[in-house]
């Protein structure tokens, strides 16, 4: 496994991604409803592709193939961490995570923050992260529970 910075030629592999993990993963603690909201498979590739370029980006491959991203802002709010349904529980997530909070450590960031899902929950608390205060979430009319987490370094 590689862990590379992000390319725009990335964004459409990573939407599809997305989808497929939110809706092969997450169907175990979510409703069809739930999930048809929150992974729509209409992504807005331009403003992921910004979002992308502004937040530090990274990419797991595997073999050339795309099998895991993550992406935190500046301040230390990792915003998006989806791993290939194939390729669960292999690692991924922790290497992508490390790196992220590693290259924020050099940034001078000690505190971390995500919304976690019910499904990711578990990995964060063994990341270090722990639970501030349960979050609903509203996507397209509906309500999702996640979780506010935090790390303090």
Not at 1 to 23: N, Q, S, W
Not at 87 to 109: H, M, N, P, T, Y
Not at 112 to 138: D, R
Request: charged letters at 25%.
């Amino acid at each position: 496994m590689i862990i590379r910075e992000y390319k725009p030629i990335d964004c459409a592999i990573m939407a599809g991604l997305f989808y497929d993990t939110v809706h092969t993963i997450n169907v175990k603690d979510y409703t069809n409803e739930q999930i048809n909201a929150w992974a729509t498979g209409n992504v807005d590739l331009e403003s992921w592709n910004c979002s992308f370029l502004t937040n530090n980006t990274l990419i797991a491959e595997i073999d050339g193939k795309v099998v895991g991203f993550a992406d935190m802002d500046k301040k230390g709010y990792l915003d998006r961490l989806y791993v290939h349904r194939d390729f669960q529980r292999k690692g991924i997530a922790s290497a992508l995570v490390d790196e992220l909070e590693r290259l924020a450590r050099e940034d001078g960031l000690l505190n971390f923050e995500t919304y976690a899902s019910i499904t990711a929950k578990p990995f964060f608390e063994k990341q270090g992260y722990v639970v501030e205060a349960e979050n609903k979430a509203i996507r397209n009319g509906i309500t999702l529970v996640n979780y506010k987490m935090v790390k303090h370094c």
